[in-house]
């Protein structure tokens, strides 16, 4: 991918339903050589509520990647520089676009927290982030190791 074609947006809600997909299919191909089968479908059932979703997406700073027209990934922060969701599609993966979402999403806050994935873990390290610690999210009764990261700019 030629990256002066990467386009980074703000988020729409018309762009809910394909980020819904995106979060989807990356979780369950991308993350599928860290996790089982059985977490990756508690960690995305595939009847996620949009509505939820739409509001949250609303409320943080979200940023959309496009190429060629094409969603290639999302990400989001808060005001007190939680950075809640980063995905990238499985299309897209090591084109920098993880770099670039978050190099915007990271401008302005001094303090950045997040909780990231196994397969997500040596990305933000990386990027200057530090394991505070090792966690245990709970989703649909199915435990999921995770790790809460921060980086101080």
């Given amino acids: ?3 002066s074609k990467l386009i980074i947006r703000a ?17 369950h191909t991308v993350n599928a050589r860290d996790y089982s089968p059985e977490q990756l479908d508690a960690w995305a059932d595939g009847s996620p509520d949009a509505e939820a979703w739409g509001r949250s997406l609303l409320e943080h700073f979200t940023l ?3 190429t060629s027209g094409i969603i290639a990934g999302f990400g989001d922060i808060d005001n007190r520089g939680y950075l809640d969701r980063l995905y990238v599609h499985k299309d897209f993966q090591g084109m920098g676009i993880a770099a670039a979402l978050c190099n915007r999403l990271e ?6 927290t997040t909780y990231a994935s196994i397969t997500a873990r040596p990305f933000f390290q990386k990027r ?9 999210a709970v989703r649909h009764g199915i435990e999921l190791l995770n790790y809460f990261m921060e980086k101080t700019l």
């Fill in 64 to 66: 959309v990647a496009e």
């Fill in 1 to 3: 991918m030629d990256s």
């Fill in 11 to 27: 988020y729409r809600p018309a762009d809910c339903p394909e980020l819904l997909r995106l979060f989807f299919d990356t979780v």
């Fill in 107 to 112: 401008m302005g806050h001094e303090h950045i």
């Fill in 128 to 136: 200057g982030y530090r394991v505070v610690r090792e966690n245990r």
